[in-house]
């Protein structure tokens, strides 16, 4: 249950388990949410409410969860795509020794 205490850079820090440094960094590109307490702008006095904390938590909670394999099955019981289609091709596969065997053929018949 979140109090209505305000903590200081170290004890949200502290509270989040990270560094006051790394804790400004979040609050400059607006992850964190702080109250101004004191009138500078020099050195404007931040504090942290638990709720702000909380969000912060709830807004960066994740979890990893594995892809679902194509076709949406387990992937140790679905069938392998081998991806291997038929071919149209009128083209003919020779075998680079028949080849070298038709040219010494070719040599030896003058």
Do not use: W
């Amino acid at each position: 249950m979140p109090s209505d205490r305000l903590l200081t850079t170290q004890e949200a820090a502290d509270r989040l388990g990270i560094t006051p440094r790394l804790l400004l960094e979040h609050v400059k590109s607006g992850q964190i949410r702080y109250v101004l307490t004191g009138r500078g702008t020099k050195r404007p006095r931040r504090r942290f409410a638990e709720a702000d904390l909380a969000e912060f938590i709830a807004n960066r909670t994740r979890r990893d969860v594995p892809p679902v394999p194509k076709g949406g099955s387990c992937p140790s019981t679905s069938r392998r795509d081998d991806g291997a289609t038929s071919t149209i091709s009128s083209s003919v596969v020779v075998g680079f020794t028949a080849r070298r065997a038709q040219r010494l053929a070719e040599r030896q018949r003058p």
